[in-house]
Structure formats: structure tokens, C-alpha cells
């Protein structure tokens, strides 16, 4: 099962869709970097999405280097936003965000990266909601 890093926009997306829990509940590995977590969602509600399954991983100190070097390359990505494209890029996971230009960095330096609740979690929303209720859910 592949993992996917998520930045703070999709959390925040989620959570105002009412999705949080569906998209926890399906067989998805959802991680955000540990300097994210704490400049961002620990006191925001860190707790809760730790019980629902969010990873939080700590970048060991070549994740950091690397992190640190987008960040100069790329002075307008945020400091957690480099932190979750360098946990990508260094574990092979995919980058799910929905900031254009940190998608576009992605890219660039030939990571994974797709739009913030895109084809990845519409398609496990679909079935999950498929097998949960007697109504079938058409989702793109």
C-alpha cells in the first residue's frame, strides 16, 4: 500500500467537506512530516487525527538537508510544505496538496504528486462508499 503525505490544505479540505473520517476509515496510509504536525495541526486537532490513523514521521537528517534545499530553491513553498515534499520524495510516497506551486516543484524534482483529494481518494471513496451504504455513490 503506497502512502500518501498530505499538507495542511488537505486536512483542512477534508475536514470542512465533512470527509476526515470516511477518508480515514479507508485503506489508505495518510502521514504528514513531524515538523508539520507541530507548527500546524498539533493544537489545531493533532490529537484526533492521530486516533484516526494519521502517520506523523520524523525526516532523518538527509530529509532535513533536502527540505532545507527546497526551501531555498523555492523561497514562496512554506517551511512544512517542503518538509511534507521531502518525506515524500525520500520515502517514495505520493505528495497529495492542494497548492499548484508546491504540486509544480513536485513535479519538478519527479515526485508523485497530485491534487488535493483527487483521483486517489475519489476512487477509494467510491468503493468504500459502495460496500457502507445501499445507495451507490458516482463520484469522477
Avoid: H
Wanted: net charge negative; glycine share 6%; proline share 2%.
Amino acid at each position: 500500500m503506497r502512502v500518501l503525505v498530505l499538507d495542511t490544505s488537505v486536512i483542512v479540505d477534508l475536514e470542512r467537506g465533512g470527509l476526515l473520517e470516511a477518508v480515514f476509515a479507508l485503506s489508505l496510509e495518510l502521514a504528514v512530516p513531524d515538523l508539520l504536525y507541530r507548527r500546524e495541526l498539533e493544537e489545531y486537532s493533532g490529537n484526533r487525527l492521530v486516533e484516526l490513523g494519521l502517520r506523523v514521521e520524523e525526516l532523518d537528517e538527509d530529509g532535513v538537508k533536502l527540505a532545507l534545499s527546497y526551501r531555498q530553491r523555492a523561497s514562496k513553498l512554506s517551511l512544512p510544505d517542503t518538509f511534507a515534499l521531502a518525506l515524500a520524495k525520500s520515502a517514495g510516497f505520493v505528495l497529495l496538496t492542494g497548492d499548484a506551486l508546491l504540486r509544480e516543484f513536485a513535479t519538478a524534482e519527479k515526485v508523485d504528486a497530485t491534487e488535493s483529494c483527487g483521483y486517489w481518494i475519489n476512487c477509494s471513496l467510491k468503493a468504500w462508499c459502495n460496500r457502507n451504504t445501499s445507495t451507490r455513490v458516482l463520484l469522477p
